[in-house]
């Protein structure tokens, strides 16, 4: 009951305050002016105009039309392309001819460059500095040059014997880059120093053997567990870190390569507890 009677009590108090308030505006003119106000309001605002649907037009129902002319060029333009031409680079690197016919696999440390024979030559500057650095080579070339998997080097090797870097035979293997026997492939392709430094392997030994396989087929196929790629964007696909200039520590702490220091590592990861 006391509930109800504060309530009603609140109501007529709200009633008479908007009885007050209203006859406060009517004394002051406010509604007359606020209906006037409306009326001109209501009056400026232009008329609706009748609003088109928008239609979006398929084109793929009809033909498009083309002018004989256009027909011609292209018709002229799609015999003229040669099958040398269309042939992709990739299906020649697979060993597969334009004509069907299959070659022999063409190794990674031999990439299919096609350049004019007058363009076959390096400056006396070039061949000078050449075998300066049998590591990674001293010479960059932008076409000739040898991209190496691990330091991305994309140099003419420092080997005095190698035929495609010093003479720039393109029907010849570099001998200072490696060749994976298994896949022939960039992944394989490593150049003197960081097949010393990241593997702690010679490249005369690698030459000699002709079943060498790179750390990514090694893996594939289960040769030597814990044996990975240790360059910096396969270790990203890893989610592992990087590891830089390790070869010092991994000298300090007795390991013959970084590879040797990753795998100890590995190992030890897969022996502790997961939490």
């Not at 334009?98 to 990439?111: D, K, L, T, Y």
């Not at 061949?127 to 190496?148: E, T, W």
């Not at 992944?187 to 490249?203: D, Q």
């Amino acid at each position: 009951m006391g509930r109800g009677q504060a309530k009603s009590d609140y109501e007529n108090v709200r009633n008479a305050r908007i009885l007050e308030n209203q006859a406060r505006l009517t004394s002051l003119g406010l509604h007359k002016t606020i209906t006037e106000l409306r009326s001109i309001a209501s009056s400026a605002k232009p008329p609706k105009t009748h609003v088109r649907n928008y239609r979006k037009k398929v084109y793929e129902l009809t033909s498009l039309r083309r002018s004989n002319r256009l027909k011609e060029i292209t018709a002229t333009a799609t015999a003229t392309v040669s099958k040398h031409d269309s042939f992709r680079r990739s299906e020649r690197l697979r060993g597969k001819s334009a004509g069907g016919e299959s070659e022999e696999r063409r190794p990674a440390n031999a990439p299919l460059v096609d350049v004019r024979k007058s363009e076959l030559q390096l400056s006396s500057e070039s061949a000078a500095q050449r075998c300066n650095s049998k590591g990674r080579g001293s010479v960059y070339h932008p076409v000739f040059g040898i991209h190496c998997h691990l330091c991305r080097q994309k140099k003419l090797c420092g080997e005095e014997d190698c035929k495609r870097c010093g003479n720039l035979d393109m029907d010849q293997p570099c001998i200072g880059k490696t060749d994976c026997s298994v896949c022939h492939s960039s992944r394989g392709v490593l150049c003197r120093g960081c097949l010393k430094v990241r593997y702690g392997e010679e490249l005369e030994e690698v030459r000699e053997n002709r079943k060498w396989m790179c750390p990514h087929c090694i893996e594939e196929k289960g040769v030597n567990p814990y044996w990975i790629c240790n360059s910096s964007i396969c270790l990203n696909k890893r989610n592992m870190a990087p590891t830089g200039v390790a070869i010092y520590r991994c000298q300090e702490m007795g390991y013959k390569s970084v590879a040797h220091l990753l795998m100890d590592e590995l190992k030890l990861a897969d022996k502790m507890p997961s939490l």
